[in-house]
């Protein structure tokens, strides 16, 4: 009888178990695999290649371009999140009349799906209806084809990634932001620190350790971001815009090379891999 009541609820887990199992280990086992053969759209069989795929991949210049992208992306958007969502945190955590109403303002974009805003967008930067070029028009700045040119395009990824992003990180401040106690605070104003001083030597580096888990979280999207950039641009214009994902997306589905697909999808995998466990054991290894 013990021993069952032991056990039972390992049997409870055993669904949840195996729709893991089904849906994302056997998934990715076969990924790998595929990465090693030589899988076309075009072939009746796949042959085993080693690591041929590989090689091509590492030796296309149209994949290092990719690399650059995301990594460029990933860099300028996770600068602009942090310092933006500590900006809008710090705001939301002061207590002020309709503070309420402003937090639910500001998280706002964050529950808005992706492909929504992306679509919100790319209408708002087109070119001759986007609401952005009739307000330069208004001032007379002049139109700017934003999706049309390579580093407007990008830039305007960048923006709407921000928009929708920020407020995550924003909210992760707010938390940490909750758990500093006010006395720390009470105590530093008695002895006659003013705001700035505060911040500088009591806020911000109690925050630096949660706001060092949005970063990663944020980066970790960011360095796999697809939904956004497909509908947005399509990694256009020129390639301007081409993520490894992107990049990876239509190497299955526009070259139909599943395996060279597969062996980019690999190489995505170590790179997030890589910079998480790089990243956590900088940030929150024992000094």
């Given at each position: 009888?013990?021993?069952?009541?032991?056990?039972?609820?390992?049997?409870?887990?055993?669904?949840?178990?195996?729709?893991?199992?089904?849906?994302?280990?056997?998934?990715?086992?076969?990924?790998?695999?595929?990465?090693?053969?030589?899988?076309?759209?075009?072939?009746?069989?796949?042959?085993?290649?080693?690591?041929?795929?590989?090689?091509?991949?590492?030796?296309?210049?149209?994949?290092?371009?990719?690399?650059?992208?995301?990594?460029?992306?990933?860099?300028?958007?996770?600068?602009?999140?942090?310092?933006?969502?500590?900006?809008?945190?710090?705001?939301?955590?002061?207590?002020?009349?309709?503070?309420?109403?402003?937090?639910?303002l500001?998280?706002?974009?964050?529950?808005?799906?992706?492909?929504?805003?992306?679509?919100?967008?790319?209408?708002?930067?087109?070119?001759?209806?986007?609401?952005?070029?009739?307000?330069?028009?208004?001032?007379?700045?002049?139109?700017?084809?934003?999706?049309?040119?390579?580093?407007?395009?990008?830039?305007?990824?960048?923006?709407?990634?921000?928009?929708?992003?920020?407020?995550?990180?924003?909210?992760?401040?707010?938390?940490?932001?909750?758990?500093?106690?006010?006395?720390?605070?009470?105590?530093?104003?008695?002895?006659?620190?003013?705001?700035?001083?505060?911040?500088r030597?009591?806020?911000?580096?109690?925050?630096?350790?949660?706001?060092?888990?949005?970063?990663?979280?944020?980066?970790?999207?960011?360095?796999?971001?697809?939904?956004?950039?497909?509908?947005?641009?399509?990694?256009?214009?020129?390639?301007?815009?081409?993520?490894?994902?992107?990049?990876?997306?239509?190497?299955?589905?526009?070259?139909?090379?599943?395996?060279?697909?597969?062996?980019?999808?690999v190489?995505?995998?170590?790179?997030?891999?890589?910079?998480?466990?790089?990243?956590?054991?900088?940030?929150?290894?024992?000094?």
């Amino acid at each position: 009888m013990n021993l069952r009541r032991t056990n039972l609820p390992y049997l409870f887990l055993l669904p949840g178990i195996a729709l893991v199992l089904a849906f994302s280990f056997l998934p990715f086992l076969d990924t790998i695999l595929l990465s090693f053969k030589n899988a076309k759209l075009i072939l009746p069989e796949e042959a085993f290649t080693g690591t041929d795929n590989y090689r091509e991949i590492l030796t296309d210049s149209r994949f290092w371009y990719s690399v650059f992208i995301t990594l460029f992306y990933t860099f300028t958007s996770i600068c602009l999140e942090a310092g933006l969502g500590l900006c809008l945190g710090l705001m939301m955590n002061r207590i002020i009349p309709g503070s309420g109403f402003f937090r639910i303002l500001i998280l706002i974009p964050w529950t808005i799906p992706t492909v929504v805003t992306a679509r919100i967008w790319q209408w708002m930067f087109d070119y001759n209806l986007g609401i952005i070029n009739y307000f330069f028009d208004a001032v007379r700045i002049g139109r700017i084809n934003w999706l049309g040119e390579p580093f407007m395009a990008f830039f305007s990824i960048v923006i709407a990634d921000v928009w929708k992003t920020a407020p995550f990180v924003a909210i992760i401040v707010l938390a940490g932001l909750s758990a500093i106690p006010r006395e720390i605070y009470h105590a530093s104003t008695i002895d006659g620190a003013n705001s700035w001083q505060q911040f500088r030597f009591i806020t911000l580096p109690l925050l630096l350790p949660i706001l060092s888990v949005a970063i990663m979280f944020r980066a970790i999207d960011a360095l796999r971001i697809f939904d956004l950039v497909y509908v947005f641009t399509g990694g256009g214009p020129g390639g301007a815009t081409e993520t490894l994902s992107i990049y990876a997306y239509k190497l299955f589905f526009y070259k139909g090379d599943f395996g060279q697909g597969a062996a980019t999808s690999v190489i995505i995998l170590l790179l997030v891999a890589g910079f998480g466990y790089f990243y956590t054991k900088k940030s929150f290894s024992e000094k």
